[in-house]
């Protein structure tokens, strides 16, 4: 089992589709990260690089220099429907897993 990879339109959907069935829909860990080049963001697995992204609104940011993990994002007051953020890596939010 892995953190979620998403490598397209469907592949959201079908996220955000499972996420409507959960009771928390704000914040979940997907697989994407760039602790190895800032703004190069790869798949935990299978390292490739991000070919789709559907990042929110001014994202990625970097905010405070250390958002090197990302997570998909339901917060409509934000205009967030299921777009991706990134964030530090310390942050306790749930997870999806694929296998």
């Not at 609104?57 to 090197?68: F, G, I, M, V, Y």
Request: glycine content about 4%; hydrophobic content about 35%.
């Amino acid at each position: 089992m892995k953190l979620v990879t998403i490598e397209s339109k469907a592949k959201n959907d079908d996220v955000a589709n499972f996420l409507k069935t959960q009771r928390n829909l704000y914040n979940y860990w997907i697989g994407g990260y760039d602790l190895a080049k800032k703004f190069s963001f790869t798949w935990i697995e299978p390292g490739s690089p991000f070919e789709y992204t559907n990042w929110s609104a001014n994202e990625p940011n970097n905010a405070n220099n250390n958002e090197d993990c990302v997570h998909i994002v339901h917060q409509p007051h934000l205009q967030q429907f299921f777009t991706w953020n990134d964030h530090r890596c310390a942050e306790l939010f749930d997870f999806i897993c694929e296998i």
